[in-house]
């Protein structure tokens, strides 16, 4: 188990039970490559255990607040703003021969979350896991996936709970 020690606390993060969760459903093989929208101490953790896995790690992160990007040297920032992403600035593109089999979907706060989707489709291949932290927060997220992506194999969701205030939703590309 690469990820089951990670020592997540939740809060704003990620939980341990959910990245936990991710690890049965990483690809096989000696590399990945991996997409994070929105950034934190997280990032870093979830880094160094796919690096323990895999012989190489592909890992971009977006991320609107320079405070949050993880400053380590197998992560690649690419800082934007809020208004970039909702008005579709060429700044916030993925470069054309971008492929990712994993990516996490925590950010930017608020609905303009919602205008990654879009992005995504073209940097998928069968198998690609998507990740949305927080994903009932607004009905635009799924919404937004479901739109850009029919064709979806729901691994996991899990809803608000009393003792649980996370949410998140985990596919398969088909």
């Known amino acids: 188990m690469y990820l089951n020690s990670l020592d997540l606390k939740g809060g704003g993060a990620y939980t341990q039970h959910q990245i936990t969760e ?3 459903w990483l690809p096989e093989g000696d590399s990945i490559r991996v997409l994070e929208l929105g950034a934190g101490d997280s990032s870093l953790k979830i880094c160094k255990g796919l690096e ?3 012989d190489k790690v592909t890992y971009v992160c977006y991320e609107t607040n320079e405070r949050w990007a993880p400053k ?3 992560i690649e920032v690419r800082l934007h703003t809020v208004a970039q ?3 579709h600035d060429p700044e916030v ?3 054309d021969d971008e492929v990712y089999d994993f990516i996490l979907v925590d950010g ?3 609905v303009v979350r919602e205008k ?3 992005l995504l489709k073209e940097h998928t291949i069968p198998g690609t896991i998507i990740h949305i932290d927080d994903y009932s927060h607004y009905a635009e997220f799924e919404e937004q996936l479901n739109a850009n992506f029919p064709d979806l194999e729901e691994l996991s969701r899990v809803e608000r709970e009393e ?3 996370h949410t998140w939703l985990t596919v398969r590309v088909k």
Request: net charge negative; glycine share 8%; hydrophobic share 20%.
């Open 22 to 24: 991710l690890e049965e």
């Open 52 to 54: 323990k896995k895999y």
């Open 72 to 74: 380590y040297d197998t």
């Open 85 to 87: 992403l909702k008005n």
């Open 93 to 95: 593109q993925l470069g």
């Open 108 to 110: 930017p706060d608020g």
């Open 116 to 118: 990654w989707y879009y």
């Open 163 to 165: 003792i649980n205030s």
